[in-house]
Every structure is written in C-alpha cells, then in structure tokens.
T-cell receptor, first 112, second 115 residues
Framework: QQQVKQSPQSLIVQKGGISIINCAYENTAFDYFPWYQQFPGKGPALLIAIRPDVSEKKEGRFTISFNKSAKQFSLHIMDSQPGDSATYFCAASINTGNQFYFGTGTSLTVIP | EPEVTQTPSHQVTQMGQEVILRCVPISNHLYFYWYRQILGQKVEFLVSFYNNEISEKSEIFDDQFSVERPDGSNFTLKIRSTKLEDSAMYFC?????????????FGPGTRLTVL
C-alpha cells in the first residue's frame, strides 16, 4: 500500500518561477508532514515540516500548504533558483511512531 | 555543524556475500535508523534502534538483516547473504528524541551494488 503519493515525478521551472510539488496521503493518523531536499550524492535533508493543526507554513521562499479534508499537502518554492535544483521528497509519520513514509520524489530542475 | 557519517561510500559485493555498512550518528543522538533507496524509487524505512534494541522494523527488514551498536559511536547494518535486489543506496539517520516531531538527520549514504 502506497501510503504517500507524490507528483509530478519531474519538474522544470524557469528561474524566478514558482515550483509546486503535490502529495496525498491515505492514513488519517498521520500528523507530521516533512519535506526533504536531496542533492546528488547527499542524504535527504529536512527542508520544512508542518503539522495538521495549521493550513500553511512559510519559511523564506518555501511554503507548505496543507488540506486536511482532502488529505493533501504541497510544497511551493517561490522565486525558484538554479540552486534549488534537487530531488524533493514529501513524507508523513504518526506522532507516536518514528517511521517516515516517503513519497516517490520529484526531480526539480530550475533553468537559469 | 554535526553530521551523520557513513562508510564506505560505495560497496560492491558478490551475491551471497555478507556486507556490513557503517554509520556514525550525531554524538548526542539516541535514536538511530536505517533507510534504503533503490535507484529511482522512494526512500524506504528499514529499522529503528534505541537503547541497544530494535524499536521498529519494516517488512523489508527480514532475517537477512541485523543492526548493532558495537561501541559508543558506530551503528552498523549487516546483510548476511546479499541478493541482487539488495542493490540500493542505504541511508543511516539519527535523531535526538523518539518522536516524529524531531528531525531525523540523514547521512550521505552507502551505495551497495550486488553482482
């Protein structure tokens, strides 16, 4: 069972544009939703995370939008830069557990 | 900034051989994890470890896998008899606390190639 579904698989955006990556989850017990950024040859690094008691969280150019009723959450990267080119993974977990369920990843390319 | 380190960066082995992947978690962290990522696929949880015991494990973590904290700094993943399908990137992670609200810090990974 695929707990977290992520789309698109790849995304190409012009510099300065908005990158949007979407995730949907199945398990209503999930209550922690992190986004990880992974550069080639590196491990995933936490970018931003949200809990379901808020609908939006913003950190700099990165925003998570969360729709609890639709069981969906998305990452928005404003003013995308070539340095943002990486693979982005959404994930979900249950508070009392420690296992992260990852999405399949989105390869983002920002063209100068 | 403290970081999780992993060795080797790339391991090539023959099918049926045993491999040990090594990790040094962040020094004040108490919870340790192994994940794997088959090329082009999602990151999958294998096992979590605390206080010298397995806390949680996934269906992937069968009897061929074992984990150990042999000393105060290293955390190892052993695959007893490797299969072709074990070829993947293996990530070690650590966190300070047993809560999904606490960030899991990932190492750079070990790429395992089984021939």
């Amino acid at each position: 069972q695929q707990q977290v579904k992520q789309s698109p698989q790849s995304l190409i955006v012009q510099k300065g544009g908005i990158s949007i990556i979407n995730c949907a989850y199945e398990n209503t017990a999930f209550d922690y939703f992190p986004w990880y950024q992974q550069f080639p040859g590196k491990g995933p690094a936490l970018l931003i995370a949200i809990r379901p008691d808020v609908s939006e969280k913003k950190e700099g150019r990165f925003t998570i939008s969360f729709n609890k009723s639709a069981k969906q959450f998305s990452l928005h990267i404003m003013d995308s830069q070539p340095g943002d080119s990486a693979t982005y993974f959404c994930a979900a977990s249950i508070n009392t557990g420690n296992q992260f369920y990852f999405g399949t990843g989105t390869s983002l390319t920002v063209i100068p | 900034e403290p970081e999780v380190t992993q060795t080797p960066s790339h391991q090539v082995t023959q099918m049926g051989q045993e491999v040990i992947l090594r990790c040094v978690p962040i020094s004040n962290h108490l919870y340790f994890y192994w994940y794997r990522q088959i090329l082009g696929q999602k990151v999958e949880f294998l096992v979590s470890f605390y206080n010298n015991e397995i806390s949680e494990k996934s269906e992937i973590f069968d009897d061929q896998f074992s984990v150990e904290r042999p000393d105060g700094s290293n955390f190892t993943l052993k695959i007893r008899s490797t299969k072709l399908e074990d070829s993947a990137m293996y990530f070690c992670a650590s966190s300070q606390d047993y809560s999904s609200y606490n960030e899991q810090f990932f190492g750079p990974g070990t790429r395992l190639t089984v021939l």
